[in-house]
């Protein structure tokens, strides 16, 4: 369960300067639950702790690990993904990430992303590229090919200015998507660390977005369809209907959803990550 936080009904206007933030890589979408890396892609070969405090572990998409994703985890957060990189010797298929694979050349790079920002040496491991006013990096090893692609959770430095309200879905939008029967589009529109509470019970995706699209293998797919069908009736403008504000200590400002009677959902939160909304809760417990 979340932590608790406290309502204003207050509209606080904030604004950021437009970034361009990614949210996943190889299938997997940053703020995911731990457990669901482990889940799956099984034990990793490798954990520890950097100097700085964080959490990482390593697990091979390849036996011999000529191909391995790399998961780092906060010191405040430790039981969900910080950043994602995928790293490799091989030449890789698509990983999900503005077209890029492993093994290309530096001019492909370049064809795609443009030059990087800045270049640094990283020894053995080639040249680290990076882009700025993004949250991605790339590493070029020493045969000039591309090693490593890895994005991190770096929201509130891209956006210190915090939630703009601007870029709030409206509920005719949430109920659009919610109702489409898209998987692709429901999962575009929920964050890493989504939560339902339905039938007293709490349902968070249990695998990557990629397999949870193709297999719904944590059932919250098809509850959320199920829960959210009428949804289309809700009327925006009664006194049932409310839209208001929720702060905790230490975290953005939500934007909250509320049904007060006659439907299913009562309440969806959404929060502010990367510069976009997502929906972070789904309360469908009966009162």
Same mark, same amino acid.
């Given at each position: 369960?979340?932590? $608790?936080?406290?309502?204003? *009904?207050?509209?606080?206007?904030?604004?950021?300067?437009?970034?361009?933030? @990614?949210?996943?890589?190889?299938?997997?979408?940053?703020?995911?639950? !731990?457990?669901? %890396?482990?889940?799956?892609? #099984?034990? =990793?070969?490798?954990?520890?702790?950097?100097?700085?405090?964080?959490?990482? /572990? %390593?697990?091979?998409?390849?036996?011999?690990?000529?191909? @391995?994703? *790399?998961?780092?985890?906060?010191?405040?957060?430790?039981?969900?993904?910080?950043? +994602?990189?995928?790293? #490799?010797?091989?030449?890789?298929?698509? +990983?999900?990430?503005?077209?890029?694979? $492993?093994?290309?050349?530096?001019?492909?790079?370049?064809?795609?992303?443009?030059? =990087?920002?800045?270049?640094?040496? +990283?020894? /053995?491991?080639?040249?680290?590229?990076?882009?700025? #006013?993004?949250?991605?990096?790339?590493?070029?090893?020493?045969?000039?090919?591309?090693?490593?692609?890895? &994005?991190?959770?770096?929201?509130?430095?891209?956006?210190?200015?915090? =939630?703009?309200?601007?870029?709030? =879905?409206?509920?005719?939008?949430?109920?659009?998507?919610?109702?489409?029967?898209?998987?692709?589009?429901?999962?575009?529109? $929920?964050?890493?660390?989504?939560?339902? @509470?339905?039938?007293?019970?709490?349902?968070?995706?249990?695998?990557?977005?990629?397999?949870?699209?193709?297999?719904?293998?944590?059932?919250?797919?098809?509850?959320?369809?199920?829960?959210?069908?009428?949804?289309?009736?809700?009327? &925006?403008?009664?006194?049932?209907? /409310?839209?208001?504000?929720?702060?905790?200590?230490? %975290?953005?400002? !939500?934007?909250? *959803?509320?049904?007060?009677?006659?439907?299913?959902?009562?309440?969806? %939160?959404?929060?502010?990550?990367? #510069?976009?909304?997502?929906?972070? /809760?789904?309360?469908?417990?009966?009162?």
């Amino acid at each position: 369960m979340k932590k $608790l936080f406290f309502f204003l *009904i207050l509209a606080i206007p904030f604004k950021s300067k437009a970034q361009a933030f @990614y949210t996943g890589l190889y299938g997997f979408k940053l703020e995911q639950y !731990r457990a669901a %890396v482990k889940t799956e892609l #099984g034990k =990793p070969f490798k954990s520890g702790k950097f100097d700085d405090g964080f959490d990482y /572990e %390593v697990f091979a998409l390849k036996s011999d690990r000529s191909l @391995y994703m *790399i998961f780092e985890y906060s010191p405040e957060e430790k039981d969900v993904v910080w950043s +994602i990189q995928v790293s #490799g010797n091989i030449n890789s298929g698509d +990983i999900g990430f503005r077209g890029l694979k $492993l093994g290309m050349s530096k001019a492909e790079i370049i064809a795609l992303l443009g030059k =990087p920002s800045t270049t640094e040496n +990283i020894g /053995e491991y080639g040249d680290k590229w990076v882009y700025d #006013g993004t949250n991605f990096s790339l590493e070029i090893n020493k045969l000039e090919k591309l090693s490593s692609v890895k &994005i991190m959770n770096t929201s509130h430095e891209l956006f210190p200015k915090g =939630p703009d309200v601007k870029k709030i =879905p409206s509920f005719d939008r949430i109920r659009t998507v919610l109702n489409s029967g898209s998987n692709a589009d429901i999962l575009n529109l $929920l964050s890493g660390d989504v939560e339902v @509470y339905y039938k007293q019970k709490v349902y968070a995706f249990e695998k990557s977005f990629k397999t949870e699209g193709a297999t719904d293998y944590s059932t919250t797919l098809s509850i959320i369809k199920a829960i959210s069908k009428d949804l289309d009736t809700v009327d &925006i403008h009664s006194n049932y209907y /409310e839209e208001n504000m929720r702060i905790g200590l230490g %975290v953005d400002v !939500r934007h909250v *959803i509320k049904i007060k009677s006659g439907h299913q959902v009562k309440e969806i %939160v959404l929060k502010y990550f990367g #510069g976009e909304y997502y929906i972070y /809760e789904i309360n469908a417990n009966d009162n």
